[in-house]
């Protein structure tokens, strides 16, 4: 086996240095036919052969050589993609079972809630409770899938109104509940981009707003500018204090309001945060302490 390698690599050589070979030959022939036409001595055109043919041999064994450490070099660079591929495909299965396990989870823990929703019809705290745990479940696996780079974004024309009226459904108890009232401005606008993921990053800010908004009102509206779509979410609730404005999108980062109140994760406005750089959305938060804080959605289209 061992000799076949060698015998392929030797060949591989002759191949690659076919054209220098061939050139010795063709000067040697041509001397030879010089020194016949001329009638000199044969052992003259031999001493010179002999000289220019260890020339020549040396010169092959240096080139192969260096042939010889090029093919090391490029048979070591290639195995090391191999294992980078391995390694790479490993870590891609890896992450498609830790999503799988995820989507397991979140789907059987769900049925649970909506059994206990059911059950527990007319306890209005417990069912919020409820729903609150159903939203962290949901911003687990979104959360999971965006870190885990799910390739499966589906950029279309999207209806901002009819995305926010679903949304608005959605948390319609939480509304009752916390005593809110909704402004909801309507325009029939239009943008373009993915709208299962602007739809959670809405999610995040609006379920934000409603947590430090009690007892308030929440403005809900979209315009164009320029060459974007800006949807606003703004509430009056307690507002964010300034030094908290640049690093509410930090991962893990609850505030002064956070540990206020006891209710963020500081995972949401992060996940918002994360999903905008991937839709190449802006995000722009004005606030004052104790009038509401304004977010604005800017949709590049």
Known sequence: MMEEIKMDKLMCFLKKNLNSILFFVSINAIYFMVVY????????????????????????????????????KDEKIEDLEIQIENIRNQYISWQKDIQEYFSMWVHQ????????????DDNKEIKMQLKSIDNYTNMAINYLKLNLHEKDMDISVVDVDNLLNILVKKYSL???????????????????TDSKWLSVLLEQILSNAIKYSENSQIIIDSFKKDNSVVILIEDHGIGIPEEDINRIFDKGYSGFNGRLKQKSSGLGLYL????ADK????LKVDSVVGQGSKFYIIVNN
């Not at 823990?109 to 527990?120: D, Q």
């Not at 839709?279 to 802006?282: E, F, H, K, Y």
């Open 37 to 72: 036409l001329n009638n000199v001595d044969l052992k003259v055109f031999l001493q010179g052969f002999e000289i220019c043919f260890i020339v020549f041999l040396i010169y092959l064994v240096i080139k192969y050589l260096d042939f010889q450490k090029e093919l090391s």
């Open 279 to 282: 839709l190449d959305i802006r």
């Open 109 to 120: 823990i769900k049925t649970p809630i909506t059994c206990l929703e059911i059950l527990t």
């Open 174 to 192: 939480l509304f009752i509940n916390s005593h809110i009232s909704l402004n909801f401005r309507k325009h029939d606008i239009k943008c373009i």
């Open 272 to 275: 918002a945060k994360s999903i």
